[in-house]
């Protein structure tokens, strides 16, 4: 079953609650870089997010450098963003 | 110190050593793209090559969706390719 998309209403709404988040040129992503204070860290931070991915069954596309990690959040499903990204933003926001 | 890069036999010698990887267009870098059985399995395997990464203070560039792992190895203390890239593609072989 296709996953629900979301509405211009609510993607406002998630750009505006999440402002380290920015929209994918195309409109069907939502993207942030992140720094941290070492490769540790960063990768430590990876690791939250991944165990929350598996959980949530919903897994980010990353970019990984040293200290910096870029992620990027779309649902596949849903041909664009849906309320599973808004949701991993969110978690991510409550562990970088 | 700076890092010694590669000889042109040393690295000739490396992508013979290494079918996987390929050098990049640059001259820079050594890439390979890895499948694995899933996003755990992928992610697995990046935590072996972080715990890695740590002991030789050397880290790779990567990107990551699902069960692929876009990997890029270089040396920026060699503006380069060093044996330590060598040494990291090595180590990946012997656990993918």
Redesign the interface.
Same mark, same amino acid.
């Given at each position: 079953m296709p996953i629900a998309r979301l509405t211009d209403a609510e993607l406002d709404a998630a750009l505006a609650e999440l402002p380290r988040w920015s929209l994918r040129a195309d409109g069907l992503a939502l993207e942030a870089d992140l720094k941290f204070a070492d +490769? *540790?860290a960063a990768?430590g931070f990876?690791?939250r997010v991944?165990i929350y991915?598996?959980k949530a069954d919903h897994?980010?596309?990353? +970019? *990984?450098?040293?200290n910096t990690v870029r992620v990027t959040l779309t649902t596949h499903d849903a041909d664009g963003l849906s309320q599973r990204d808004v949701a991993m933003a969110r978690f991510i926001e409550g562990v970088v």
């Open positions: +490769f *540790n990768f990876m690791t991944a991915a598996e897994h980010p596309e990353w +970019f *990984n450098v040293y």
